[in-house]
């Protein structure tokens, strides 16, 4: 069991290495279509990605998907397509660093929403969580910049729909097979954002073309890979360890910027990932005498 934990805390590792890159792709992506239509047709190229997995897997002689998986991948969709929504629509009107610390803020918000699941905590992961927050904020936040704007409000309402959908993972999971749910959560994703393109936008063929790769990395890689193997590596990690794992897609973020843009990392920012990477260790400890009920 220690095993298969982690492996898959590698898993949710190697997603939220992707995740970090992919933040540059939505940004760019948000240079030549607008949020909605970004979202459904990365979405709608994640699913299509899944379903040669499916025949690989031998999926479609099981009937595609139980009722249960059908369920499972429709609650999915229904909170991804509202958190990632969300979010891009606030990060055109606030900073991507406020944008990443916001968001991230799910490692705060798993744990208080899985007290009202009957999820109980450990001391040391409160310690993890509060070490994480801080690390994120030194991380994102330049000093004396913190001003609450209507982007920021927007990019919270994703924080909370993010740790929504965690939670929703963590649920049904284990109930039914990580790939057939995460493609159906694509297809249903792609759709609702589909019908809110065509009622509040303009999209433009032309446009989507001309962000065509930041589309396909954020579709293949970020939707199709990484959600993917969330939803795989969640069936045997605790809700509020894997949020502090993947948060460390802020992380990413900024050592990408540092290594691949030459982008500065002050002091501050380097502190911040320390924390944040002593937080994801400590939550990785075993703790002695538990009880089995706690985390």
Known sequence: MQKTQIKNALLLLLTAIIWGSAFVAQSVGMEHVEPFTFTCVRSVIGGIVLI??????????????????????????????AASNFQQVGMKYTTVGKAGFITALYVVIVPLLGLFMKKRVSFLIWICVGLSVVGLYLLCMPPGAFEISFGDLLVLVCALLFSLHILVIDYFSPKGDGVVISCIQFFVCGILSGIMMLFTETPNVGNIIDAKWAILYAGVLSSGIAYTLQVVAQKNVNPTVASLILCLE???????????????????????????FVAIVLAQMPIPNRKKERI
Do not use: H, Y
């Open 52 to 81: 040669p997995c499916m025949f690989l897997l031998g999926k479609w002689k099981k009937g595609f998907a139980t009722k249960v998986e059908w369920i499972g991948g429709i609650f999915c969709g229904i909170a991804l397509c």
């Open 250 to 276: 802020s992380v990413v973020a900024v050592l990408a910027g540092w290594i691949v843009l030459n982008q500065d990392l002050s002091p501050r920012e380097i502190l911040g990932c320390i924390l944040m």
